[in-house]
């Protein structure tokens, strides 16, 4: 099993759990995933560490981790600083509808409440439907219908309520 499945295994067990944190060490590669509750919505980062043994991770993993986490906060231009993105939890594919014949889940102007599903993201032949986990409206969806997304990606701009 590849580094990044293992990280999505522990990501979906995380969120799923009332866990606040995963520490798992294995081959001298130490992976820590934490909960950490933003003050509308949930976000889930994984912070590598490399553990005394030489072979851990590149060292370019944690600059790119610090860059991933970082680029959320500048994806939204200054015009739109009103809006809350609304962040991948996981690497998949985006669906915007239940399948290819049905109405997207939502598009601009629907307002949404914490249990309004937004989208699909297949991670692994598995069909995790997204939700909103706050109440407002959808002003911008930033992803297209069958794209590729990565962890901590914005997917929607919603307008508080």
Known sequence: MELHE?????AKILRDSELGEILVEEEGIRIRLRKIAPSKGREYVALPQMAAAPM???AAAPAATAAAAAAPAAAVPAAES??????????GTF??????????FVQAG??????TTLCIIEAMKVMNEIKAETGGEI???L???GAPVEFGQPLFLIRPA
């Not at 009103?82 to 690497?91: D, N, Q």
């Not at 669906?95 to 997207?104: C, F, G, I, T, V």
């Not at 629907?110 to 249990?115: C, G, L, Q, T, Y």
């Open 95 to 104: 669906y915007r509808s239940p399948s290819p014949d049905r109405e997207a």
């Open 6 to 10: 293992k990280i999505q295994q522990l």
């Open 139 to 141: 002003a911008k969806v």
């Open 82 to 91: 009103g809006l809350v993105p609304f962040l991948s939890p996981m690497v």
């Open 56 to 58: 851990a991770m590149p």
């Open 110 to 115: 629907s307002r949404v409440n914490p249990d």
């Open 143 to 145: 992803v297209e219908n």
